[in-house]
């Protein structure tokens, strides 16, 4: 079983930017993508970035594309999302979690409980 606590949410204007973390304890996301979702007030998780176990592939959904950076530090049990040119429409909680996809035109799963998450507000 693998926990993940993920922070660095808060409130920010539009256009501002955050940084989120997300960190693995009990076993280790070794080997696996790891992703980020998120869930907007009144609707279903969605998929937002993924990055491959060696970090060499990113993966992003479209409205997120040229503003997020995702990463990680296999060392420290960690993953980031950078978050710039912030929009009203990113305002969610999000989570992250180790993901799959069954082929390259599949759509990223959660292999993992969600978390508590952390919350971001965009204020317009």
């Known amino acids: 079983q693998v926990q993940f606590v993920e922070s660095g949410g808060g409130l920010v204007q539009a256009g501002g930017s955050l940084r989120l973390s997300c960190a693995a304890s009990?076993?280790?996301?070794?080997?696996?993508?790891m992703g980020w979702f998120r869930q907007p007030p009144g609707k279903a998780h969605e998929f937002v970035s993924a990055v491959s176990w060696s970090n060499h592939y990113t993966y992003y959904t479209d409205s997120v594309k040229g503003r997020f950076t995702i990463s990680r530090d296999n060392a420290k049990n960690t993953v980031y999302l950078q978050m710039n040119s912030l929009k009203p429409e990113d305002t969610a909680v999000y989570y992250c979690a180790r993901v799959t996809r069954k082929s390259p035109n599949s759509n990223w799963q959660n292999l993992d409980d969600w978390g508590q998450g952390t919350q971001v507000t965009v204020s317009s």
């Open positions: 009990g076993r280790t996301f070794s080997g696996f993508a």
